[in-house]
C-alpha cells in the first residue's frame, strides 16, 4: 500500500473513531475510511447560515458523511433525503444521522444523484477539482470530466418545485488553478436553465492557505467557496 494510502487509513480510523467536531451542528460527525472527512467546514457554515427557500422536503444529493443532510436537519428542515452512490457513503450517512438523532427524520438511499421526486430544496457539495481520482481518499476531491457536478445542474430543474432553489456548494480553486473556468460553470448554469438567484461567498480558514511554504500557496490563498442560489 502507497505510504500516503497508509497515512490515510490510519488518519480516518482516528477521526471514525473520535468523530469530528461540527459547531453548526453542536455534535460530531464520524467518517468512515474513503468517505470525505468534514475537516474544512466553511462550506458547512455556508449551508447552516443561507435562508432557506423550503423545508419540506430537502434533498442532499453525494451526502458522504451526511453532514449537510445533518444542518438541514438541524435547521428545522422536517424531511430530508439523502443520496449517494458509494454503499460505504451510504453506511456512514445513515449512522451518523442516527447518532445525532435525526434518523426518524431523514432517509439515505443509494442513487446516481437525485431520488425521484421534487422538494424545494436541493443542495449539492459536489469534488471540486476536475481530474482523476487515484486512491478511495481522492473521490471526494476529484471529479472526472466533471461529471457530478454537470449531472446535478443538468438534472436539478426537473427535480425542484417551480419556486426553489438549487444550492451549489463549490470552491473556486479549480479556477485558480486553470481546471475550469468561470465562464464554463456559468455557460453550464445556463444551458442547464437555471439562472444564479444569488451566491454567498466565504474565505478558507484551514492552514494549508495561511502556508507560504504550500506549493499551492497562492492558488489556495486566493480561493473562494461559494453556495451559488440557482432557481429554475
Known amino acids: 500500500m502507497p505510504l500516503r494510502e497508509l497515512l490515510g487509513v490510519l488518519g480516518a480510523a482516528e477521526w471514525r473513531r473520535r468523530g469530528i467536531a461540527v459547531p453548526a451542528l453542536g455534535g460530531r460527525i464520524h467518517p468512515h475510511y474513503g468517505v470525505f472527512a468534514p475537516l474544512r467546514q466553511e462550506y458547512v457554515d455556508l449551508v447552516a447560515e443561507t435562508p432557506l427557500p423550503g423545508t419540506d422536503p430537502a434533498f442532499d444529493i453525494g451526502t458522504g458523511t451526511g453532514v449537510l443532510a445533518a444542518v438541514l436537519a438541524h435547521r428545522g428542515v422536517r424531511r430530508v433525503v439523502a443520496t449517494d452512490s458509494d454503499p460505504r457513503a451510504v453506511a456512514c450517512a445513515t449512522e451518523n444521522l442516527a447518532r445525532l438523532g435525526f434518523g426518524a427524520r431523514t432517509e439515505v438511499v443509494r442513487a446516481d444523484l437525485f431520488p425521484p421526486g421534487r422538494a424545494p430544496l436541493v443542495v449539492a457539495n459536489p469534488p471540486w477539482l476536475p481530474g482523476r481520482p487515484r486512491t478511495p481518499l ?3 476531491v476529484y471529479d472526472p470530466g466533471s461529471r457530478m ?7 436539478a430543474r426537473r427535480h425542484l418545485t417551480p419556486d426553489g432553489e ?3 456548494v463549490l470552491s473556486d480553486l479549480a479556477e485558480h488553478l486553470g481546471l475550469r473556468t468561470r465562464g464554463a460553470l456559468l455557460g453550464w448554469i445556463a444551458a442547464a436553465g437555471l439562472r444564479v438567484a444569488g451566491r454567498t461567498e466565504t474565505r478558507p480558514r484551514h492552514p494549508r492557505a495561511l502556508d507560504p511554504a504550500d506549493p499551492l500557496h497562492r492558488a489556495r490563498a486566493a480561493e473562494v467557496t461559494s453556495l451559488w442560489r440557482l432557481s429554475p
Open 166 to 168: 438549487a444550492w451549489l
Open 138 to 140: 481522492d473521490h471526494a
Open 149 to 155: 457536478l454537470r449531472g446535478f445542474l443538468d438534472r
